[in-house]
C-alpha cells in the first residue's frame, strides 16, 4: 500500500495511544475527585472540572461515568499525588507530577528514568524558584471578543493574564491565567458568567528558560517520552526553550 498509507497509519496509531494516556490520567483524576468530594458534580468542584476536561479531550461519556462509578464503591481503589523533581540530561530542571497506589513503584521507576539518562532525582521543592503553580482556563473565543472588556469582567476572580492562542485545528482560545490560590474564585466566576470552560487546571509555569542545541534537546525529549509513559505519571513539565 505503500509509504504514505504507512504514515498514515503510524500517525493514527501514535494518535490513540496518545488519547488512551489522556482518559488513564483524567480517569485518575475523576476517582480523587470523587474520594475527595463525593460523586455529584454539582456539589464537587474539582470533579466538574475533571468532567470539563475529559470532554475537552473528547472522552466518551460513558468511560467518565464509569470512572465516577468505580471511584464511588466502597473497595475501590484510592491515589495518592506525589510530585518529584530533578534534572535531566545537559542540567535541564524536570518536574513530575504523579498518582500512584504504589509510592515504592513510582519513585523507583522515577528515579530510574533519570539515572539512565544521565540525569538525578532532587528532593522535593527544589526547582520552587524555577516552576511556579498557576490556574489555567481555556475556552473558545467568541467572534466579537473584546479581550479588553474581559480583562475588567475577570479581576474580581484573580485575573492575571488573559491571551488568546490558536488550537491545534487553528480556532482562537482564550487563555485565562490566576495564582494558584485563585482557581476556585476564577472558576466560579466563569461559570457565573455562563462561559462553558474547556479546559481547567494546575499548571506548572517556568520562571527561566534553558536553550539547548537540537541533539541536546532531543536526549532531554527522550527522557521525558519514557516519563510520560508511566502509568503512575500525570503532567511533566521542563523549561527548555
Not at 112 to 117: H, I, M, P, R
Amino acid at each position: 500500500m505503500g509509504r504514505a498509507f504507512e504514515f498514515r497509519k503510524e500517525r493514527k496509531f501514535k494518535r490513540w495511544a496518545k488519547m488512551a494516556v489522556q482518559f488513564t490520567r483524567l480517569g485518575k483524576e475523576i476517582a480523587m475527585a470523587v474520594k475527595e468530594g463525593g460523586p455529584h458534580p454539582e456539589n464537587n468542584s474539582r470533579l466538574r472540572t475533571a468532567i470539563q476536561n475529559s470532554k475537552a479531550v473528547n472522552m466518551p461519556k460513558d468511560r467518565v461515568e464509569a470512572a465516577i462509578k468505580r471511584a464511588s464503591e466502597k473497595d475501590a481503589k484510592g491515589y495518592e499525588e506525589y510530585v518529584y523533581e530533578g534534572y535531566g540530561p545537559h542540567g535541564v530542571p524536570v518536574l513530575i507530577e504523579t498518582a500512584t497506589d504504589n509510592t515504592n513503584r513510582t519513585v523507583g521507576n522515577i528515579r530510574s528514568y533519570f539515572t539512565k539518562a544521565g540525569g538525578s532525582l532532587g528532593k522535593t521543592g527544589s526547582l520552587d524558584f524555577i516552576f511556579q503553580r498557576k490556574s489555567i482556563f481555556r475556552f473558545n473565543a467568541a467572534e466579537d471578543l473584546d479581550v479588553e472588556e474581559m480583562e475588567l469582567e475577570l479581576i474580581d476572580g484573580g485575573l492575571e493574564e488573559l491571551y488568546v492562542e490558536a488550537d491545534e485545528e487553528g480556532n482562537d482560545v482564550v487563555v485565562v491565567q490566576t495564582s494558584f490560590e485563585d482557581f476556585g474564585n476564577m472558576q466560579s466566576l466563569l461559570e457565573e458568567k455562563g462561559i462553558e470552560v474547556t479546559s481547567a487546571k494546575l499548571e506548572r509555569i517556568s520562571l527561566s528558560h534553558t536553550t539547548l542545541t537540537e541533539d541536546q534537546a532531543a536526549d532531554v525529549l527522550k527522557m521525558i517520552d519514557k516519563i510520560e509513559e508511566d502509568d503512575d505519571v500525570q503532567a511533566v513539565y521542563h523549561n527548555m526553550d
